[in-house]
């Protein structure tokens, strides 16, 4: 597909460059005076509040600490940054023998929506990238993209909690807009000192109650305090480091850098210089490791330019040396968060819902993101700089920031969105009909105030919802509306009846 050759090819192009600018450091990005921290651990306390620390949560000794791989992709999701992935993943097991998951900072341009479905639907995270990939990102590329991923895939807005910022690009005014907007976390800062020097920024997931404690040097308005936002995660990206130490760190695609300030890619020597990070993790206060992947870059069935074959073997290998040593879970960043916020011994680990695995049982033939009932049933939307497909209907234009949910193309059959109170496996789009009907299965979704001027965004409908006016034609899903089903004349049949959410849900269609 052109964009991605044009994409790719800028990346690889500009290399140098775009390392820099797209997951490179080049050395330290705080210092204990730029960052100006202090937290008192007696009134930060768990599971809501953490202080910026070297030391494990919860008090335990490092070696009853689980040792984290997180993995994690960026960009758009295309079949063939899936496969990238898969080929990483999808033959391994934890210690509990569940398949690892993973998170996905998803960007919309480029993506191929039924793949979230199906990506999420599987146990995976589907996070926050922006719609179309820009740093320093205005409120209507974060909340569009939550949007857009919440129509078209079907993903609620619960499910999303996490935020990476395109090129790494964030500010003090991008954090501030995640927790206003009902985030927990961002991932965009890194851990750029080695955790064998004295003054290593490697701390595991902290609040921003006493502010940032990463980035000090790199991103003004952060840290000494600053900014103080009660209850909201930073999940620093951990870097690796090749033989010159601190002066040699590697954060995302590793193994696309030269590594001990050569002059060509060498696998062996990345290869090397991960292990060692991993082993000074491991034999010490075990925070966790991060493989933060471009997928594209090591895809096996991206015609365009497939990724080399021994540098896939090499990740692989990699892997798996990090697997044979005892108590190494590959995971997600949602589920190192959920065991930040509890922590428990190693060997208690599968006590945690969020390890476990326990795929949903479905056996309709809805278009839910199991891709054995969806056969046949999935729109393909033909836009023609971006086609994707979709299980809730295509719209009539392409979804972009300032309508992250248009309209829904009327020459094809009605699709219905995820409601507020039906979870993504269980939702026919076709009958819109929630197949759960026991409490085993209930969900319901929380509101985000992310629609028009700030109200709280209701999840479902047919489209259009962000249309900043009512327009003559419009026809919209009130989903607890008594008789019809669909359409109601007016919302005021239902003031004093569900109060809570008419206030939210009428503002959001003006
Ligand atoms: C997009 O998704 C559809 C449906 O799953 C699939 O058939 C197609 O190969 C995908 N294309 C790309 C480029 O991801
Ligand atoms: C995708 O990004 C390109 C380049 O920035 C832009 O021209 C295009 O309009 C975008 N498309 C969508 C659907 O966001
Ligand atoms: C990398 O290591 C492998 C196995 O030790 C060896 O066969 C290969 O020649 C090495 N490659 C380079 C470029 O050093
Ligand atoms: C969701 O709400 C609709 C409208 O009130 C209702 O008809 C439906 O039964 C609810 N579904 C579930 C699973 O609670
Ligand atoms: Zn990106």
New binding site residues.
């Given amino acids: 597909m052109l964009p991605h050759i044009l994409f790719r090819g800028l990346l690889l192009g500009l290399f140098g460059l775009v390392a820099a600018q797209d997951g490179g450091i080049s050395g330290p990005q705080t210092s204990p005076e730029a960052a100006g921290y202090s937290c008192d651990p007696n009134s930060c306390k768990l599971p809501d509040c953490n202080c910026a620390s070297t030391d494990p949560p919860g008090g335990l000794d490092p070696d009853d600490v689980p040792m984290f791989v997180v993995f994690t992709a960026d960009d758009a999701i295309q079949s063939y940054t899936l496969d990238a992935v898969n080929q990483f993943l999808a033959h391994r097991k934890n210690p509990n023998g569940c398949q690892p998951k993973m998170t996905y900072y998803v960007s919309t341009n480029y993506t191929n929506y039924t793949l979230v479905t199906d990506w999420y639907v599987a146990g995976n995270e589907i996070a926050d990238h922006t719609m179309t990939h820009v740093g320093s990102p205005p409120a209507d590329e974060i909340h569009g993209n939550l949007i857009a991923l919440n129509a078209l895939a079907g993903i609620p807005m619960s499910s999303i909690s996490g935020f990476r910022a395109p090129f790494l690009q964030y500010t003090a005014e991008t954090l501030k807009l995640l927790h206003k907007a009902g985030f927990t976390y961002d991932s965009s800062a890194s851990a750029s000192i080695p955790v064998t020097d004295p003054h290593t920024d490697a701390y595991w997931p902290y609040t921003l109650d006493n502010g940032m404690a990463n980035g000090c040097l790199a991103v003004p308005g952060t840290c000494k305090g600053e900014p103080k936002l009660p209850g909201f995660w930073e999940v620093p990206m951990y870097s690796f480091f090749d033989r010159r130490g601190g002066a040699g760190p590697h954060l995302m695609d590793p193994w696309l850098d030269y590594a001990n300030g050569g002059t060509k890619l060498d696998n062996n020597a990345t290869l090397d210089y991960m292990r060692n990070t991993f082993t000074d993790h491991y034999n010490g206060k075990r925070q966790p490791i991060g493989l933060y992947t471009h997928p594209i870059h090591v895809s096996p069935s991206y015609v365009a330019a497939p990724g080399d074959p021994q540098m896939i073997a090499m990740i692989n290998t990699f892997l798996d040396w990090a697997q044979d040593h005892p108590n190494t879970w590959i995971v997600s960043t949602e589920q190192l968060l959920d065991w930040v916020r509890h922590p428990v011994p190693a060997s208690q680990l599968n006590q945690l819902a969020s390890l476990q695995c326990t795929p949903p049982a479905i056996d309709a033939k809805i278009c839910n993101g199991m891709p054995q009932n969806e056969a046949g049933l999935i729109n393909h939307c033909t836009f023609s700089d971006a086609p994707f497909y979709t299980c809730y209907g295509c719209p009539a234009t392409q979804p972009m920031p300032s309508n992250p949910n248009p309209e829904q193309d009327t020459s094809k059959e009605t699709r219905l969105r995820l409601?507020a109170?039906?979870s993504t496996p269980f939702w026919d789009p076709v009958k819109g009909e929630?197949l759960?009907t026991s409490s085993s299965c209930a969900f319901n979704d929380v509101l985000r105030p992310i629609g028009l001027n700030g109200e709280n965004y209701v999840p479902g409908g047919a489209g259009g919802s962000m249309d900043s006016k009512p327009k003559p034609t419009d026809t919209p899903y009130i989903?607890?509306s008594g008789g019809n089903?669909l359409f109601v004349p007016s919302t005021t049949v239902l003031v004093g009846v569900f109060s809570v959410l008419v206030g939210a849900m009428g503002m959001a269609r003006l």
Wanted: glycine letters at 0%.
């Fill in positions: 409601p109170n039906c929630c759960c989903p607890f089903p």
